[in-house]
């Protein structure tokens, strides 16, 4: 192991030794610790190793999967009864938050650290992750979208043969955990099985990974059906998928969940309750909550202290972080490295290095801390990660002259910011440089020399790297290829990165997700559609579904290429292989259809959205009212409007305009006014009615718009005056001066002042036309308001 990550592990393990025994309090300082590191930069390096990308798609609104099951076991989660009715959308306000607060407050302390066994968090054996039945399992999860109920029975069979720990293992071995949350709930309505407690937290633990939190809560609801002891580290594993969800106000309810369940705190639910806090940007509330645990007698510890240092830097008050740094000692708690890595990594991403140098030494006088290996890995991991490849390389040479060994980790991050700052020669330089030290560049050095190149367009190049590597002994994995294959396409050569797809097995990679994502943009932009389409279906086979960013912007340029029978089509095939589809994917075939004139077509996709439980929404009936109301189909256009009112759904200020439009296009005043009553009693929009008079004036029905005047002057705005004058200008046109002069004089009676230059025009329209006592009593009006005129 890399002596950067031994470091790594033996810190951690120092600092956890203090946390009460309980692995999960470390929570909070794992996860500053590691954003602190550069954990984007690291992540990514380690992602490659392991040859896959770490991808934060995460949506609670996932389709279903395996197609073929029958209905009473079909692989997926049925679970609408445990839904929540206290899962609510965020609203302003904290309210909620303070009475949170309060069962913190309410608590005596006493107990809070009885002894318990620890089954929340535990490691899993390499061994278990390759054991045969477990390697059989997933292989059949892999097959979901191809499944008959042979396989199901199959699954049904391995699944009373796993052991709890195996069944953890299965879960911990997908990538998407949208599929092992599936495979959960699959496994637990089976017959002759229960899960075992560590089953529950395991699940709980990847879902805190993700923003499934209602699948969380869920979980933990099963938990109480089932008489499984709910402990703190299972409520604190849904606070913080609530909080990556951006629910702060659900992820401070578990704890009144807690209370309701009689479970009493300890520190680590509150360092989590912190580490929520100052996530979502609640500084304050989370200074006040250090506070209310210290009156429960819950003493705060290095992790509560260093997540609102945490809080500090990322509301850019960074003197406040070094203050609180400078009173932990008089608290009892001193503070570590991680206290200091903290602020560094802030002064890092600003480039003040020499602050950064000054810290250093703060950390040796006043806390004795000596900086190591693991202080200029941090520094270099931070200034890498936001692009500051020079400065990295100044601290890089400074740790090397002090003794210090950076590996080849540390290199490669120093390197892959050189080349997304496109300073190829720098980087070049750098690696040659790693070879003179006996260090030599491994997978990971090269996929960002390739990178670099690709970003320069030297394809040729990245081609030539690819090469040495294997000269080298170093293996390209499907990072490598996938950022070659990018490169390709994004350099109008698609059709080669296909090929490499079809050979990938010649040369022992494998494609995953996101190399088929890149290849089958890459040739939708090249305008290839048929092998766009044949590429998706391609990789639906192997198991990996497109999300419905992807299926949209293939539909798109189906449609813009004139072939929206094709998208439909590819609509329903990626519907039926259990793809995620949503409301977009289905708007963007009906506009195609609208857009091409079949208008039936796209009412039949409506009916479709049903069936499929896809719920149409303002943006699909606004496209469709306005394709009806294009071919005068007005009637047909209101019904859909009137139905999409009844569902509840508000219409958008699009759907104001497109009614608008529509029905002044046609001269069909009076409907429209009715529908647009209808329309403001579900949702007021204030400017409805000056938009009326200005597409009237616009198709030329003035009559229609001067009897709307009355109810656009009601509130005398600047925008009613733009309305007025834009009324004015179409009677010029006309010729109907009389009619300007009128509409003048009831901007004038509602204090409202015409522009004077268009009134000027209204004036001597007026003489022309025989009416100088109107031409003169309107330059009068402005005279009393002690404006000048000509």
Not at 144 to 162: A, C, D, G, T, V
Not at 538 to 558: A, R, T, Y
Not at 639 to 645: A, S, T, Y
């Amino acid at each position: 192991m890399a002596i950067l990550r031994l470091n790594h592990y033996l810190l951690r393990k120092a600092l956890a030794s203090r946390f009460c025994g309980n692995p999960l309090s470390c929570i909070a300082l794992n996860l500053s610790h590691y954003s602190v590191l550069g954990s984007d930069s690291t992540a990514s390096f380690e992602a490659q190793c392991k040859g896959k990308f770490n991808t934060e798609n995460f949506n609670d609104g996932f389709g279903k999967m395996g197609h073929g099951f029958s209905d009473e076991s079909r692989f997926v989660a049925s679970v609408d009864d445990d839904l929540d009715e206290e899962d609510e959308v965020e609203e302003n306000g904290s309210s909620d938050i303070d009475e949170s607060f309060e069962f913190i407050s309410s608590f005596d302390g006493n107990g809070s650290n009885k002894q318990r066994e620890n089954i929340a968090r535990f490691e899993i054996d390499e061994s278990e992750f390759r054991h045969p039945i477990v390697r059989e399992v997933c292989r059949l999860i892999s097959l979901r979208s191809n499944w008959n109920p042979k396989f199901e029975e199959n699954l049904r069979h391995l699944l009373r043969s796993l052991n709890p720990r195996l069944v953890c293992a299965v879960l911990r071995s997908q990538d998407d955990e949208r599929i092992a949350l599936d495979f959960f709930y699959w496994a637990d309505r089976q017959w002759r099985y229960r899960h075992d407690a560590i089953v529950y937290y395991t699940m709980l633990d990847i879902l805190s990974k993700t923003r499934l939190c209602q699948g969380a809560r869920r979980i933990l609801r099963l938990m109480t059906r089932r008489g499984i002891e709910r402990s703190p580290e299972a409520f604190s594993y849904v606070m913080v998928s609530y909080s990556r969800a951006g629910m702060l106000r659900n992820a401070l309810r578990i704890l009144t969940l807690m209370q309701k369940a009689g479970v009493e705190p300890d520190l680590s639910i509150c360092n989590t309750a912190i580490y929520v806090l100052v996530k979502g940007n609640k500084l304050e509330k989370a200074l006040r909550f250090l506070e209310r645990m210290k009156v429960a007698g819950i003493e705060p510890d290095i992790v509560s202290y260093n997540c609102l240092i945490k809080g500090y830097c990322d509301v850019h008050r960074i003197d406040d972080a070094l203050e609180l740094i400078a009173e932990m000692p008089f608290k009892g708690c001193p503070p570590d490295k991680v206290s200091y890595y903290t602020v560094m990594a802030f002064l890092c991403k600003d480039r003040k290095v020499e602050e950064v140098k000054r810290l250093m030494e703060n950390m040796v006088q006043n806390s004795n801390l000596i900086p190591d290996q693991v202080t200029y890995n941090t520094l270099i991991y931070a200034l890498s990660k936001h692009g500051h490849a020079d400065d990295a390389l100044v601290f890089l040479r400074e740790a090397e002259e002090k003794g210090f060994h950076i590996d080849k980790v540390g290199y490669s991050a120093v390197v892959d910011s050189f080349c997304k700052n496109k300073n190829i020669d720098k980087a070049k330089s750098l690696v040659i440089d790693m070879y003179s030290k006996g260090c030599n560049p491994d997978v990971v050095t090269y996929t960002a020399i390739i990178d670099g190149f690709c970003r320069v367009g030297k394809i040729d190049e990245a081609k030539k790297m690819l090469q040495q590597m294997y000269k080298h002994g170093c293996k390209p994995n499907t990072v490598t290829y996938t950022v070659l294959l990018n490169g390709l396409c994004h350099n109008g050569k698609s059709l080669e990165a296909r090929e490499m797809i079809n050979v990938s097995e010649e040369h022992w990679w494998t494609p995953n997700a996101i190399t088929y994502s890149a290849v089958m943009h890459g040739l939708r932009r090249e305008g290839k559609l048929s092998e766009a389409c044949d590429l998706t279906r391609e990789m639906i086979e192997k198991g990996f579904l497109p999300n419905p960013v992807d299926i949209n912007l293939l539909i798109q340029s189906l449609c813009r290429n004139q072939n929206v029978v094709g998208a439909k089509k590819y609509l329903e095939e990626c519907l039926h292989k259990g793809c995620a589809v949503n409301v977009v994917n289905f708007t963007s075939v009906i506009y195609g259809f609208c857009q091409i004139g079949d208008l039936d077509a796209a009412l039949s996709m409506l009916e479709d959205m049903y069936l499929s439980n896809k719920h149409p929404d303002a943006i699909t009936y606004t496209t469709l009212f306005d394709a009806l109301g294009k071919k005068s189909r007005l009637d047909e256009a209101s019904e859909l409007i009137v139905k999409m009112l009844g569902k509840g759904i508000d219409p958008t200020p699009v759907t104001y305009r497109a009614v608008i439009h529509r029905f002044c296009q046609w001269g069909r005043v009076d409907d429209m006014m009715k529908l647009l009553e209808k329309m403001i009693a579900r949702q007021p929009f204030k400017t409805v009615y000056n938009q009326v008079i200005e597409k009237l004036c616009y198709f030329g029905n003035r009559e229609e718009a001067e009897k709307l005047l009355g109810k656009v002057l009601r509130t005398a705005s600047k925008l009613d005056a733009k309305t007025c004058h834009i009324l004015i200008e179409s009677y010029l046109i006309d010729g109907n001066a009389l009619s300007a002069y009128k509409v003048a004089c009831q901007m004038f009676r509602r204090n409202l002042i015409p522009d004077l230059k268009l009134c000027e025009k209204v004036t001597k329209k007026l003489v022309l036309d025989g009416m100088p006592a109107e031409a003169d009593d309107l330059m009068l009006r402005f005279v009393e308001r002690g404006i000048q005129t000509e």
